[in-house]
């Protein structure tokens, strides 16, 4: 035991150990080319270069049938204008190496805050490992990536400030917010989170005037519940600060009523636990629970973060981070040691975590540098895309508009300029009855009764969609291009 111990406690097995972390969930997703394959990336892109073009950003939905019909807003519009000049300066290369360096970021800073919050360096190790395995594929090249490192941000801000009793951690968080708010419109769940934590501080100042026994927690400090609601307050101000103003939250409401998108797009389905991840999830605030628990700490804000994050989480996959982020920094929590005495690090020590995430960036990168090839990216795309089609549609400029289907319509945008897309991945601009209406079309279901179609001259789409199939026997549409993925058939005149 004494010699696992030592072992346990040598700075060159733990920088190889951080090392392997930080290597393993990049690497997952480079071999892949996810960062290429991603049906949003292209018209985010897109709309980045339009931006930049125009010295403006955008009200209604521009490269879509409905421009000049229906609003839209940009509301992740400097991840937008980020990721456009990126591909313009370094081509299509740049895209993995970004989605490395960002899920390479998310891992370290998720480790570092759970190193701080559990005072322990395998603790943190093992618990960052498992949360990071069960929401590892909720981290795309998109912006709400940046909404999953803002929160363990935010997090461990909240956390270090009731560990501490100093309030000045929560004055980082307005400034954060700022930023988040103009990344991604899931900036709401930090607003909510924060919401729960002056909630908590409200409560704990009301009962212990009068002495309501369910508010005490030894373990947590009394924060001035005057300072937290202001910071509140300058919360809410920040996420307004921006070219949008609170316009920002008509897009959140437009979200929440738009209930289709969790019936249709697989992402946004509840979990259906077929996939070893979804029980590493169930396990994770289960185990928190129990160790909440055993430790007899009533602790108002912990329980209500979890039971939120858990209705958030099991309800749509694609929000699994949601919760193993919380989940895995309650763990850390309760798992704290104040028993274990920081040994004083040599200058050259502290800088062991930066060296190991550059290693990790330097290793995912150098033993994929075959899949990051420009001819390699080409060939994945090609083989998900339909390049040759586009190409067939531009060399004998058929006549639009067009009809597309939901997957295809990111990537049309980028890759078929001059032919506005009749749907893609912005369900905030379509809605749920005309995205209803798309998705019965492709499936071959009341075809005939779709406008949009109705109005196309031609139709691009999968070779293996039920339309497909309906419109190969339709007298009214002929089949001029077909490849391997795509098919292309023109209204006859």
């Known amino acids: 035991?004494?010699?696992?111990?030592?072992?346990?406690?040598?700075?060159?097995?733990?920088?190889?150990?951080?090392?392997?972390?930080?290597?393993?969930?990049?690497?997952?997703?480079?071999?892949?080319?996810?960062?290429?394959?991603?049906?949003?990336?292209?018209?985010?892109?897109?709309?980045?270069?339009?931006?930049?073009?125009?010295?403006?950003?955008?009200?209604?939905g521009i490269y879509s049938q409905l421009a000049g019909h229906k609003p839209w807003i940009a509301y992740s519009w400097l991840f937008e204008v980020a990721v456009s000049r990126l591909y313009h300066w370094f081509g299509i290369v740049a895209l993995p190496v970004s989605l490395v360096c960002l899920q390479a970021s998310i891992a370290f800073v998720l480790f570092w805050t759970l190193r701080r919050v559990a005072n322990g360096f395998w603790r943190a190790w093992m618990i960052a490992v498992v949360a990071m395995f069960a929401f590892r594929e909720t981290v795309p090249l998109?912006?709400?990536?940046?909404?999953?490192?803002?929160?363990?941000?935010?997090?461990?801000?909240?956390?270090?400030?009731?560990?501490?009793?100093?309030?000045?951690?929560?004055?980082?968080?307005?400034?954060?917010?700022?930023?988040?708010?103009?990344?991604?419109?899931?900036?709401?769940?930090?607003?909510?989170?924060f919401g729960l934590f002056t909630l908590d501080a409200f409560l704990r100042s009301i009962g212990a005037?009068?002495?309501?026994?369910?508010?005490?927690?030894?373990?947590?400090?009394?924060?001035?519940?005057?300072?937290?609601?202001?910071?509140?307050?300058?919360?809410?101000?920040?996420?307004?600060?921006?070219?949008?103003?609170?316009?920002?939250?008509?897009?959140?409401?437009?979200?929440?009523?738009?209930?289709?998108?969790?019936?249709?797009?697989?992402?946004l389905a509840a979990m259906t636990f077929r996939a070893p991840a979804h029980f590493v999830e169930l396990f994770m605030v289960a185990a928190v629970f129990f160790l909440k628990g055993w430790r007899r700490r009533v602790d108002f804000f912990g329980i209500m973060l979890l039971l939120s994050c858990a209705a958030v989480?099991?309800?749509?996959?694609?929000?699994?981070?949601?919760?193993?982020?919380?989940?895995?920094?309650?763990?850390?929590?309760?798992?704290?040691?104040?028993?274990?005495?920081?040994?004083?690090?040599?200058?050259?020590q502290r800088w062991i975590p930066a060296a190991a995430l550059v290693a990790g960036i330097a290793i995912c990168i150098g033993a994929g540098s075959r899949a990051l090839k420009t001819q390699s990216l080409f060939d994945a795309i090609d083989a998900e895309y339909p390049i040759r089609a586009t190409e067939y549609v531009r060399e004998h400029h058929l006549q639009g508009p067009m009809y597309n289907t939901f997957n295809w319509g990111g990537f049309l945008i980028f890759n078929l300029r001059g032919y506005p897309v009749s749907i893609d991945g912005r369900t905030d601009l379509y809605g749920s009855a005309y995205t209803s209406e798309a998705f019965l079309t492709v499936n071959g279901r009341d075809w005939n009764s779709d406008a949009t179609l109705a109005r196309a001259n031609f139709v691009l789409l999968e070779k293996t969609l039920p339309l497909a199939s309906v419109l190969a026997a339709d007298p009214q549409f002929q089949l001029v291009y077909a490849d391997q993925i795509a098919a292309v058939f023109v209204r006859k005149r």
């Not at 909404?147 to 400030?161: C, D, G, K, M, S």
């Not at 929000?319 to 040994?343: G, H």
Request: proline share 4%.
């Open 1 to 60: 035991m004494t010699y696992l111990r030592k072992i346990g406690s040598s700075l060159t097995v733990q920088a190889l150990a951080l090392v392997a972390y930080l290597v393993w969930t990049p690497w997952y997703f480079l071999r892949g080319h996810a960062a290429v394959l991603d049906p949003d990336i292209w018209w985010h892109m897109r709309v980045g270069d339009w931006i930049l073009e125009n010295r403006a950003l955008p009200h209604t």
């Open 142 to 193: 998109r912006p709400s990536s940046f909404t999953i490192l803002f929160f363990i941000v935010e997090l461990a801000l909240i956390l270090e400030a009731r560990r501490t009793g100093n309030v000045r951690w929560l004055y980082w968080l307005p400034p954060l917010m700022l930023l988040w708010a103009n990344i991604h419109i899931q900036f709401v769940y930090g607003v909510f989170v």
């Open 209 to 267: 005037s009068r002495n309501w026994r369910w508010t005490r927690d030894q373990e947590a400090r009394e924060l001035p519940s005057q300072t937290v609601e202001i910071v509140m307050v300058a919360v809410l101000v920040a996420t307004c600060i921006g070219p949008y103003f609170i316009h920002i939250y008509g897009v959140i409401f437009g979200y929440a009523r738009n209930t289709m998108q969790y019936d249709t797009i697989i992402e």
């Open 313 to 348: 989480s099991f309800r749509s996959t694609r929000d699994a981070w949601f919760l193993c982020v919380a989940a895995a920094l309650m763990a850390a929590e309760a798992l704290r040691s104040e028993m274990e005495q920081k040994k004083k690090e040599a200058a050259w």
